[in-house]
């Protein structure tokens, strides 16, 4: 697998093709914003490791362009720790995000973990249907109402993990194992940022996304006047 790795710090993206070529992954280095996203949209690497305050364009502009035109998932690196960043970051595309300076260990298993989930995505062929919320997971299309929802990569995922389960309460931790593929303490932030999405694209239809106070989210229909779905 390749792996796009984008930060103007020398010794940072030495770290990081040190820990990730120990794992077996072809590394590709960009040094700047421009960069950076030429490489992403000509390599086509299977994830970016995206360094927030790039030279020239920084990477919430990179994200942006990416999704621009391309689903390959984003880890974002930042040394900013307050949570508006990180949202922002969320907000726009980007899988996950690690905090510098950061466990190389612990980059490893983010990235594992996306590409885990990413191939397990592209395997199944598994649709479901929620009142009149239809998720097909082999063409990555969501339909609520007759009309297509515009949804980012981890949205669907997070709404099809919720659909899978429909009427059953998921804690966050569940919704992190499901959708990032692991559990890390403190990062049910990420599950929060992507519920409140999905709740704009639900707003005025059948389906909604309940929150169960201490314990998580389900998702639901409601009845018609006649009983049904």
């Known amino acids: 697998m390749r792996i796009l790795v984008a930060d103007d710090e020398p010794h940072i993206r030495e770290l990081v093709r040190l820990y990730l070529s ?10 700047n914003g421009p960069e950076a996203l030429e490489k992403a949209l000509q390599l086509q690497p ?10 020239k364009l920084d990477g919430f502009e990179v994200t942006k ?21 990180k949202v922002a970051g969320l907000e726009l595309g980007a899988d996950d995000y690690l905090t510098k300076p950061f466990n190389p260990k612990e980059l490893v298993a983010r990235v594992k973990a996306i590409l885990r989930r990413a191939d397990g995505i592209k395997r199944s062929g598994v649709s479901v249907s929620v009142g009149t ?8 299309e969501a339909t609520l109402q007759g009309r297509s929802l515009d949804l980012r990569t981890k949205e669907f995922d997070l709404l099809f993990a919720l659909g899978q389960n429909d009427g059953i309460a998921m804690s966050r931790e569940q919704l992190l194992s499901l959708v990032w593929g692991y559990t890390f303490s403190g990062e049910t932030r990420t599950v929060d940022v992507h519920i409140n999405h999905l709740r704009q694209h639900l707003k005025d239809s059948d ?3 309940e929150t169960l106070r201490g314990v998580g989210y389900k998702l639901t229909a409601e009845l018609s006047p006649n009983g049904d779905l």
Not at 22 to 31: H, M, N
Request: net charge negative; charged share 35%.
């Open 22 to 31: 120990k794992e077996g992954y072809d590394i590709d280095f960009a040094v």
């Open 46 to 55: 299977d994830l970016v490791v995206l360094d927030l305050m790039m030279p």
């Open 65 to 85: 362009g990416i999704r621009e035109q391309s689903d390959v998932p984003i880890l974002m690196l930042t040394v900013r720790k307050e949570d508006t960043v």
């Open 133 to 140: 919320l239809h998720l097909d997971r082999p063409r990555r």
């Open 207 to 209: 389906v909604r996304i």
